[in-house]
Nanobody, 121 residues
Framework: QVQLVESGGGLVQPGGSLRLSCEVS????????IGWFRQAPGKEREGISC????????YYADSVKARFTISRNNRKNMVSLQMNSLRPGDPAVYYC??????????????WGQGTQVTVSS
């Protein structure tokens, strides 16, 4: 069974940092790549990062590359997204998702309830 539960969203000033966490069911961690997509009001869903395999391989969208870092803790069944240098263009609902593979055109197969990220001074 695939279960994904996000936490860690909130309000941060431009240039600030937030860390999102996703508690992932063991089944999902074993059989799926895990990543994050975001969706802002009136905008299309954007896949931003993903981690898969052992050793882990990662994917980042150009919009977040060098600012966001995805990591996985298999012992704790947790995938985290460290977001630094947050910009006015980053606010959205962020969803933890399970994918059949990481990549820019891969749709999420499952996702959690989402967590809001707001960037404002």
């Amino acid at each position: 069974q695939v279960q994904l539960v996000e936490s860690g969203g909130g309000l941060v000033q431009p240039g600030g940092s937030l860390r999102l966490s996703c508690e992932v069911s063991r089944f999902a961690l074993d059989y799926y790549a895990i990543g994050w997509f975001r969706q802002a009001p009136g905008k299309e869903r954007e896949g931003i990062s993903c981690i898969s395999g052992s050793p882990a391989k990662t994917y980042y969208a150009d919009s977040v590359k060098a600012r966001f870092t995805i990591s996985r803790n298999n012992r704790k069944n947790m995938v985290s997204l460290q977001m630094n240098s947050l910009r006015p263009g980053d606010p959205a609902v962020y969803y933890c998702a399970a994918y059949v593979a990481c990549g820019p055109q891969v749709d999420a197969a499952y996702w959690g309830q989402g967590t809001q990220v707001t960037v404002s001074s």
